[in-house]
């Protein structure tokens, strides 16, 4: 078998779910587990916050669409869903009410739509203000009657004000504070309950915490702001993406390795050929010199990523043989952890694509089930 695998610890996932809710305890957080739980898989990962071995139950999860909620709903899981993108068309108002969903309402045409629809039960709605993100939502100055539309109609239950930042992460806090004045504005007009906090938000601008938060990224164990906290600091790898030494070999002062000859041997060098590629969703982009652990112990990416296979300087690492442990992102067997944001800022990304982008063709296996 292909050594490569991506090891899901969901006691983290669970460890860092808890840290979210004592980041904002006047909170109910829910868990954003869209684009199948950033790459670790949403099954997996919602019956690990379903399960017993969460003391308080998640009281939502959310998803970005119908299909995504329906994968849920098929596998058993009970606990409200919330579509932060609401419908695409009308026809999935059907399913919408027969599986419980809550959704967002962004524009004026799903506006129109639910107040044409009969369901069986009220929907709960969490009307989606533009405070400066431009990107989905109703401008400050027409939410008003939205809302007042919405707060009377029988169709809708549970109505909330919902938002999302733009600089959340940054420490720069100016454009944070103008999106937050206006919303506290127009929460204050129609008295209305706030869903604003994604994970940077959760994590360190308490004035943005609601009746409900939206964590993502960090429920995973990344750290999605610019500089660190003491709560980032307790938040625990979730993914493991593990692989083996393959091969093993010498080169001289000056030979190249791996496509377009990229890197070349400032000395003689020992390189060992890892199992794993761009072809698995590791990033063609990582530099020379991105980190990986070697049997726990930190070795620097030498030449370009292939499609199923990297290249790694391994000379100051005598214990380096086939078959040993390479941990291109997570935690090593001996507990040294190699950060994925680390890994992203090499690769001029951010940890969100590397997650979502792990392919199928790697296997997960999960521990804390
Ligand atoms: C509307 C919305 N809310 C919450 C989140 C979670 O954000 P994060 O993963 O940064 O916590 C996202 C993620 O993209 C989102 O689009």
Redesign the pocket.
């Known amino acids: 078998m292909r050594p490569l695998v991506a090891h899901i610890d969901l006691d983290a996932l669970r460890h860092n779910y808890r840290l979210a809710c004592a980041c904002a305890p006047q909170s109910q957080s829910v868990a954003?587990i869209?684009a199948d739980a950033?790459g670790h898989g949403a099954v997996a990962c919602a019956q690990a916050l379903e399960s017993k071995a969460l003391e308080s139950q998640v009281p939502a999860f959310?998803v970005?669409c119908l299909e995504e909620a329906m994968v849920l709903r098929d596998a058993g899981i009970q606990t409200p869903i919330v579509l932060?993108?609401g419908i695409f068309s009308a026809d999935e108002l059907p399913y919408v009410d027969k599986h419980r969903l809550w959704m967002?309402i962004h524009s004026g045409w799903q506006l129109d739509a639910l107040q044409a629809f009969t369901p069986s039960a009220p929907i709960p709605v969490w009307l989606?203000v533009d405070s400066g993100m431009h990107r989905?939502g109703f401008a400050p100055e027409q939410a008003v009657s939205v809302w007042r539309t919405l707060e009377a109609m029988p169709e809708v239950s549970a109505l909330h004000l919902?938002s999302?930042f733009a600089t959340?992460?940054a420490m720069d806090t100016g454009y944070f504070s103008q999106q937050m004045a206006t919303l506290k504005a127009l929460a204050a007009e129609l008295d209305a309950p706030l869903c604003l906090a994604?994970?940077?938000a959760?994590l360190a601008r308490p004035e943005a915490h609601g009746a409900w938060n939206?964590?993502?990224?960090?429920?995973y164990g990344s750290d999605?702001l610019e500089a660190p906290t003491k709560f980032t600091r307790q938040l625990q790898p979730v993914m493991t993406l593990r692989s083996e030494i393959i091969a093993l070999r010498e080169v001289d002062v000056g030979e190249p390795v791996g496509y377009g000859g990229r890197w070349r041997a400032a000395r003689r060098s020992r390189i060992a050929v890892i199992a794993a590629g761009y072809g698995d969703g590791y990033d063609r982009h990582a530099v020379d010199g991105t980190p990986v652990l070697v049997n726990g112990k930190r070795a620097a990416l030498a030449g370009k990523v292939s499609m199923d296979m990297l290249t790694v300087d391994v000379t100051d690492i005598p214990s380096a043989a086939i078959g040993s442990e390479v941990v291109l992102w997570g935690k090593s067997h001996n507990g040294e952890v190699l950060s994925i944001d680390e890994v992203a800022r090499h690769c001029d990304t951010i940890s969100?694509t590397l997650l979502t982008g792990v392919l199928p063709r790697v296997p997960r296996h999960y521990a804390g089930v």
């Open positions: 954003v869209k950033y959310a970005a932060l993108e967002a989606k989905l919902m999302h959340a992460d994604n994970s940077p959760t939206r964590p993502g990224v960090m429920l999605p969100y």
